[in-house]
Structures are given as structure tokens and as C-alpha cells.
């Protein structure tokens, strides 16, 4: 069975501060792909990341920073210095054929 | 922006009619999926297409099929609607076959409201 859990739904932090996105996720499959989405109240999904599975190297992409550490099944997204304009629905994501999805956590990101 | 473009951005329709959702795809990119998202929920895969014809269904009824053209636009027909189907429909542009740096874009979605 192919799945992927992000447990926190909800979390709320002040500006400025650190704050980290969980994912774990379940296949049986030796090449897979993993993804991050960021959806704003307009809807639109907001491609972050992807990462095959062959590639441990955690990446940096200004603020955003990714661990992904196939011993464990996670691939948790780090937002540094959090800004109210982090604020959205961010889903985690598994493709073999078809994209499965984390049920989303949303960040709230306070002034 | 994406180049993934979706139309409409949002309808009403009412229940038992049918719907029909339009989706260009990014250029370049030969795939559409379409997604299902009810409020508060991830995504749902629906259906992929691939060469204009269906590689892929999730767990949804025969009263949702599609379609993809030869310029690789799609779209996503809803025949005998339900109050549940309201919901966000996302399209998703990639390419196939999987290469170094592929990834999948989205539109920004069309959102039905069954009633």
C-alpha cells in the first residue's frame, strides 16, 4: 500500500520563527517520487520540490530546506524565519504513475 | 504562473446535469491528470492521459471520463452530477516518459458547486 501521513494538520507560529513540516510516507516501490505543494486560499497548487528516490542530498532553496531521509520514510520541509505570506496549505506527495497526497498541513503564520 | 491553464474558474450547476472542465497543458508537457479536492481534503486522483488516451483511473465512477487532443489539452466530463462532486478540480501538466527534472504543474483549478 502506497501512503503518505502528514499528522500535523494545523500550526501556528509567529513571525520569525523556525518552523518544520512533517511527511512520512509508505511504498513498496524502489523508485518513487516525492513532492511538496504549496496551496494559497486561491486554490492553485504551487509546485516547492521534488525529489527522486535515489537522491538523499538534502536541498536549500532560500528560506525552505528539505531533509530527506529514506531510513525513516520522511521527507520533512523546513521553513527558516517564517513570513505571513508562508501561510497556506502545504501538502506532501508520493508518484509512482498517479500522485498520492498527505491530507495537508495548514501554517498559519501570525504577525 | 504555471502555463497550465484551466477554465471555468467556477460554476454552478445543478444536481443530475452534466459539467465539462477544460484544461491546456504546459508547454512541452505531453500528460494531464485530474485531480478532485473537496474542501479541507488532499487532492484525489482521478484520471491521467497520456498519447489522448487513459493510463491511469482512481476510485471514481464511469460518470467521470475525459479526454486529451492531439495539442495534449484535456477535458474532464461529469455527466449525472451529485452534491458531492462539488469540490475544487485540479489539472495537473507533466511529462512521460520520467526524466531528470520532470515535475508536474497545476492550474489553478475550477470550482464546482453542485446544488
Known amino acids: 500500500a502506497q501512503k503518505v501521513t502528514q499528522a500535523q494538520t494545523e500550526i501556528s507560529v509567529v513571525e520569525k520563527e523556525d518552523v518544520t513540516l512533517d511527511c512520512v510516507y509508505e511504498?513498496?516501490?524502489?523508485?518513487?517520487?516525492l513532492f511538496w505543494y504549496k496551496q494559497p486560499p486561491s486554490g492553485e497548487l504551487v509546485f516547492l520540490i521534488r525529489?527522486?528516490?535515489?537522491d538523499e542530498q538534502n536541498e536549500i532553496s532560500g528560506r525552505y530546506s528539505w531533509n530527506f531521509q529514506k531510513s525513516t520514510s520522511s521527507f520533512n520541509f523546513t521553513i527558516t524565519a517564517s513570513q505571513v505570506v508562508d501561510s497556506a496549505v502545504y501538502f506532501c506527495?508520493?508518484?509512482?504513475?498517479?500522485?498520492?497526497w498527505g491530507a495537508g498541513t495548514k501554517l498559519i503564520i501570525k504577525p | 504562473e504555471t502555463g497550465v491553464t484551466q477554465s471555468p474558474t467556477h460554476l454552478i450547476k445543478t444536481r443530475g446535469q452534466q459539467v465539462t472542465l477544460r484544461c491546456s497543458s504546459q508547454?512541452?508537457?505531453?500528460?494531464v491528470s485530474w485531480y478532485q479536492q473537496a474542501l479541507g481534503q488532499g487532492p484525489q486522483f482521478i484520471f491521467q492521459?497520456?498519447?489522448?488516451?487513459?493510463?491511469g483511473r482512481g476510485n471514481f465512477p464511469p460518470r467521470f471520463s475525459g479526454l486529451q487532443f492531439p495539442n495534449y489539452s484535456s477535458e474532464l466530463n461529469v455527466n449525472a452530477l451529485e452534491l458531492d462532486d462539488s469540490a475544487l478540480y485540479l489539472c495537473?501538466?507533466?511529462?512521460?516518459?520520467?526524466?531528470?527534472?520532470?515535475?508536474?504543474?497545476f492550474g489553478e483549478g475550477s470550482w464546482l458547486t453542485v446544488v
Open positions: 492521459y497520456y498519447r489522448e488516451e487513459e493510463n
Open positions: 506527495a508520493l508518484k509512482n504513475y498517479q500522485l498520492i
Open positions: 495537473a501538466s507533466s511529462f512521460l516518459p520520467e526524466r531528470t527534472g520532470n515535475t508536474i504543474y
Open positions: 508547454s512541452g508537457h505531453n500528460t
Open positions: 525529489r527522486n528516490s535515489f
Open positions: 511504498t513498496r516501490d524502489t523508485t518513487y517520487y
